[in-house]
């Protein structure tokens, strides 16, 4: 595993280690001395020699990679990936902690002095990097891995009932939560400093997301993100790399395609020639680019789980790692790119929209948001979001009930699972993004472990941008697809495999095309587990292989341990599923993601 894991103050004698590599190019190595033990693994080429010390003697780690600093006038320099962790002891040495809110990029980094016995951890803008932390006995215990936090003399991990379910019923807990007790994340944009000589524990938020639209046309908001995404390409794709595209048939990945000056090789993942590897491919001849298919077969999920589990950070279920059947073939890259946030950003998805109930069950979603302005609103909204799940085998407190109990108004904000925001509102129109943990991204830092993964849609441009775009737009236009036309239109002119007209098209005729395609797809119905799309029918999957069944079997002492899971309820759930009752597949899913974990050995293996 490619991270960081460590131990400061008096337990620093503690074991600290990473799980398993995911390919076999990573260099680890442990530093030791006094009040600190780091464990630190990086891809071949990807880090210099860490830590890097500065002047003043303190010692700099990172994980992840900076792309740009901007200083005092407003003015942003590009830097060398691989040299993050000398950017960051550079900028500290001249700006003390307050540098963080200057780098651009997706990291995780850790300051040491060791005179002060302070450690200082930063976290980039969104979290894209998560860290994961434990106080024990005059000790603080850290990972970029949940599974690895090190074990410490007065922290013993066991499972927290109330985040455990809220995983179960959402594939992911909010802020910074985990379903193991005592085990935090880091919130983002924030400096968490460790005081091991007086067993102190601050931190301070640099940055909160402000939604403030500008009055400006929709015009000038699609030639802003065509601009500054072709910017946050550059950064990220110097011309002397050698680059790989993780490309789907729609058109995130491929705006990632029209903003680059050399095409990266792309790769897409399927079942044979459906209609999204038709059209991925499209896209890659039309961009001049190589184009391989990566075919996955009845027994992928069955490898997902055995490669995701050592790895799993709760983000989403094992099969959410979609790439890790092929870490070897996409390993070796200079970086993986993926075309990851956009609809959280510019697009409708994450844009809490008015609800129009008609007669006979009909529901239509117009085009005007409707933002909560309770905590019990937001609450609402997330709970009826298509991810939640009520799974019959959860012995807890409603899914609504747990996210309101976590919601509190302190200090002028609103703070949501241990992340404050400036209003409801803005807690509702950031909840995707701030942290990006909260979303389902374990496709992301699944990639991250195979070779180092960047997403420019996290640029801290875009994010701006995004901040200052006016909601009709999101609702009313697509301003990525957009932005897409106005960088490659011939790229723009290849269908979308989703609606299956030109991307370029208009909103409306997407919208018509979705549901046409949907039903027509509904209609011929999956005779297997392969559908048109860039997924797999995990219903069918497990219905077609008994390796979900036995998964269930091999870990029932577990969960029977497991707190708010009814292990009889899981029997029948299962059989039920096979049976063609009922289509259980997300939840079994989540559960036998916990169930396989490193961590859940730790805590319930006698």
């Excluded at 390919?23 to 464990?39: F, K, L, P």
């Excluded at 995701?308 to 890259?333: C, K, N, R, V, W």
């Excluded at 005007?368 to 937001?378: C, I, R, S």
Aim: aromatic letters at 8%; one cysteine or more.
């Amino acid at each position: 595993m490619v991270g960081l894991s460590g131990v400061v103050g008096e337990g620093a004698d503690a074991a600290v280690e990473t799980v398993a590599p995911t390919v076999d190019d990573e260099r680890a190595s442990t530093y030791r001395d006094g009040g600190i033990a780091v464990r630190s693994a990086f891809h071949e080429g990807a880090a210099v020699d860490q830590p890097v010390e500065t002047a003043d003697g303190a010692l700099v780690w990172t994980w992840g990679e900076v792309v740009a600093v901007t200083d005092d006038g407003g003015e942003r320099r590009r830097v060398d990936p691989t040299e993050s962790a000398r950017v960051c002891a550079e900028q500290y040495a001249d700006h003390g902690t307050g540098f963080a809110d200057r780098l651009d990029g997706e990291f995780v980094g850790l300051v040491y002095d060791p005179d002060a016995e302070l450690a200082t951890f930063f976290v980039d803008r969104v979290g894209a990097r998560p860290l994961y932390y434990a106080r024990g006995d005059g000790t603080l215990a850290f990972s970029t891995s949940i599974q690895t936090v090190p074990s410490v003399p007065g922290h013993e991990p066991s499972f927290a009932g109330e985040y455990l379910a809220e995983y179960l019923y959402a594939r992911r807990t909010q802020g910074t939560k985990t379903p193991v007790d005592g085990i935090e994340q880091i919130a983002p944009a924030t400096l968490l400093s460790y005081d091991a000589g007086g067993d102190r524990l601050d931190d301070r938020q640099y940055w909160r997301p402000r939604y403030d639209p500008v009055d400006e046309p929709l015009s000038y908001f699609v030639r802003e993100l065509a601009e500054r995404f072709e910017a946050a390409v550059a950064d990220r794709m110097p011309r002397d790399g050698d680059y790989g595209l993780l490309l789907s048939g729609g058109s995130d990945s491929r705006t990632v395609l029209a903003a680059a000056d050399d095409p990266p090789d792309c790769y897409h993942m399927g079942d044979g020639w459906n209609r999204e590897a038709r059209y991925a491919k499209e896209a890659a001849d039309a961009a001049g680019a190589r184009f391989e298919r990566l075919d996955r077969g009845l027994d992928y999920h069955e490898t997902l789980l055995e490669r995701a589990a050592p790895i799993q950070e709760f983000l989403g279920p094992f099969q959410s790692g979609h790439m890790l059947g092929y870490a070897d073939t996409l390993a070796g890259h200079d970086a993986l790119f993926t075309g990851l946030y956009s609809d959280v950003l510019f697009g409708s998805w994450s844009v809490p929209q008015l609800e129009l109930s008609l007669p006979f069950g009909v529901t239509l979603w117009p085009p005007v948001a409707d933002v909560p302005e309770t905590p019990e609103d937001h609450a609402a909204w997330l709970a009826a979001r298509g991810m939640a799940r009520d799974p019959a085998f959860v012995d807890a407190p409603p899914y609504e009930e747990i996210l309101t109990a976590n919601l509190a108004e302190r200090g002028g904000y609103v703070e949501d699972h241990g992340v404050p925001c400036e209003s409801v509102g803005a807690l509702s129109l950031g909840t995707y993004l701030f942290p990006v943990t909260n979303g389902i991204g374990f496709d992301m830092f699944a990639s991250a472990q195979i070779a180092p993964t960047r997403t420019p849609l996290l640029d801290r441009r875009l994010i701006d941008l995004h901040l200052s775009m006016p909601l009709k737009y999101r609702l009313r236009a697509d301003p990525l697809q957009r932005a897409l036309k106005r960088l490659d239109p011939s790229l723009a002119g290849v269908r979308h495999a989703s609606s299956n007209v030109p991307v370029g098209a208009h909103r409306a005729a997407h919208l018509v095309g979705d549901r046409v395609t949907n039903q027509i797809d509904k209609v011929r119905g999956p005779d297997s587990f392969r559908t048109e799309g860039p997924l797999q029918d995990k219903n069918e999957v497990i219905r077609e292989s008994d390796f979900l069944g036995r998964a269930l079997e091999r870990n029932e002492a577990r969960g029977r341990a497991l707190p708010c899971v009814d292990w009889p309820r899981v029997e029948e759930t299962y059989r039920r599923h096979q049976a063609g009752e009922t289509d259980a597949a997300e939840e079994l899913y989540r559960l036998v993601t916990v169930l396989e974990s490193p961590v859940a050995g730790r805590i319930l293996d006698p």
